[in-house]
């Protein structure tokens, strides 16, 4: 079982070594490259004034932060949710570094997790393309009009779309929803299951045999249920 946590962050500014803060963490659990349903979504009070140019990107303000937690009191929570899974982010050394800054705050260890940046996974798939966000959005298609402001739960679930785009998962979630039909429908096999082959597999039986099977068939009686696939009698 491979899984992975889709993880975006809120700031209030772009330096974790400067005083900024984290006030938004989002994360989204894919196991086996699909999505769970599950997540991980907490808005946090930074203990600082949010700066106009920070408040302009994702629309936190003070007062909507306020009453709500420190980063201290979520910590083992977003510890025990991440756990040792790889995370997924975008542009990874910006959101890790505020991530471990903060843990260090709280006297917690750094977060020890592999780390797929998909900055870097979609400059390898796409050389020389944009690579943000949006434009991968664009470029596979994926809706992202509800991103009117930047919202970490929002661009984490974006974001796993985007992945899935970029490592070819979503033709394994096909692969798999296939596998699960066939052992739903065992007995129903199309050529969408199983397309023809390029040549077709020689005869495993020769003539003489075919008319041996034949001929036990039919000392078999008129009800047996070998002649139903004979075509010597029909069903009831």
């Known amino acids: 079982m491979i899984r992975e946590i889709v993880l975006d962050t809120e700031t209030t500014g772009l330096d974790a070594r400067n005083g900024d803060r984290v006030v938004e963490i989002g994360c989204v659990e894919l196991i086996n490259h699909i999505p769970t349903g599950k997540h991980f979504h907490q808005y946090l009070n930074p203990e600082r004034p949010m700066p106009e140019e920070a408040y302009r990107i994702h629309g936190l303000s003070d007062e909507f932060l306020a009453d709500k937690p420190k980063f201290d009191e979520v910590a083992e929570n977003f510890s025990e949710f ?45 050389p020389g393309a944009r690579v943000s966000l949006d434009a991968l959005c664009k470029h596979y298609g994926i809706d992202n009009s509800r991103r009117a402001l930047h919202g970490a739960l929002l ?61 036990f068939i039919e000392n078999l009686g008129e009800g047996a249920l070998w002649q139903r696939y004979t075509g010597k009698t029909r069903d009831a």
């Open 155 to 215: 661009d984490s679930e974006i974001l796993a779309e985007v992945y899935l785009e970029l490592i070819g998962g979503r033709q394994v979630a096909l692969a798999l929803s296939i596998d699960a039909e066939r052992m739903a429908q065992p007995g129903e096999i199309t050529n969408r299951h199983y397309p023809n082959r390029p040549q077709p597999l020689p005869p495993r039986l020769d003539e003489r045999a075919l008319e041996a099977h034949r001929a």
């Open 82 to 126: 991440v756990g040792e899974a790889c995370l997924i982010i975008h542009n990874a050394p910006f959101d890790m570094a505020f991530l471990n800054a903060e843990m260090e705050k709280t006297g917690r260890r750094q977060l020890q997790n592999d780390v797929i940046d998909t900055v870097q996974l979609a400059r390898q798939v796409h």
